[in-house]
């Protein structure tokens, strides 16, 4: 689980981390699991120089696993099924299949397979398979991640910035990818196929380049290096352990080469639970969607 989602959790009353899928056990299965992976993405390949990970495919087979596990609990793949329509899917994926795939053209071939907007069409009709079998696993109320401005990560601009700005290409495929998961969201809403189910998209973009580009107005102080790294904005190797992190961090942007700090995600999660800017979420918030 990331950091992100487990405050997101705390906005939905839980009061401690939803636990993983690999711990699960009985009918405490019935109060949420976790099947997150580090360095996961929606291409089987993803990642993989990074060494084991549950991709997004191996991660729906546990969640098949699970929904005959809660049949079990309840007596039947019919209450089964009417308890997870009132369950809430939190789903974010996308981020790796750039960073961990598309630009590392060292490892990865899919850069010299397509361009970026042709890869981004493959990635989001990959995805749309993906969220459709979840649904027929039982997934109603779903809530899909946009993707944070990767180009602006103290990795992606220790390899590719000489004025300790944001790589604007790496940046521009992101938002392509953001503008068709959006459209994919209301392909998905306007599928009279997929009874009673609601899907929204959490702006986590512009919420990112509000803070970054304003760092003083939300209480931060620095936006270009991590809080805990080494090289080049933190950013060369990621948090090691036994590496002394910054005394501050409550006035840094990043935790680490790749991720944001507490501090940063308290924000993005209050915005998109219960959003005052319209532009956070679409077409409405993670509180109003958990309420149908």
């Not at 890869?119 to 979840?134: A, E, H, N």
Request: one cysteine or more; hydrophobic letters at 35%; glycine letters at 6%.
């Amino acid at each position: 689980m990331s950091l992100n989602d487990r405050i997101g959790a705390e906005h939905l009353g839980f009061t401690s981390d939803i636990p993983p899928f690999a711990f699960s056990n009985g009918s405490d299965i019935l109060l949420g699991l976790n099947y997150a992976s580090a360095a996961a993405g929606i291409r089987h390949e993803t990642g993989r120089h990074l060494g084991d990970r549950i991709t997004f495919n191996q991660q729906l087979q546990n969640h098949k696993l699970t929904v005959s596990s809660i049949s079990d609990v309840l007596g039947g793949s019919y209450l089964a099924s009417d308890y997870l329509q009132k369950c809430f899917y939190h789903i974010g994926f996308g981020s790796n299949d750039y960073l961990n795939n598309y630009f590392i053209t060292a490892v990865y071939e899919t850069s010299s397979m397509f361009t970026v907007e042709e890869f981004t069409k493959v990635l989001i009709q990959q995805y749309r398979r993906q969220i459709l079998k979840l649904y027929n696993y039982g997934a109603r109320k779903v809530a899909l991640h946009g993707l944070g401005p990767i180009g602006c990560t103290p990795y992606e601009m220790s390899r590719h910035s000489s004025n300790e700005s944001c790589v604007e290409y790496i940046n521009t495929a992101v938002q392509l990818f953001n503008h068709y998961l959006k459209l994919l969201v209301d392909e998905l809403n306007n599928n009279s196929r997929l009874q009673n189910a609601k899907f929204i998209y959490l702006n986590f973009y512009d919420m990112s380049m509000e803070v970054i580009q304003q760092p003083s107005a939300f209480g931060f102080r620095v936006v270009k290096n991590a809080c805990c790294g080494t090289g080049l904005n933190n950013g060369a190797l990621t948090c090691l352990p036994f590496e002394v992190p910054c005394h501050n961090r409550n006035e840094y942007f990043f935790w680490d080469a790749y991720h944001s700090t507490e501090a940063a995600n308290k924000i993005a999660s209050r915005r998109t639970y219960l959003a005052l800017n319209e532009s956070d979420v679409y077409p409405f918030d993670i509180y109003h969607l958990v309420q149908l």
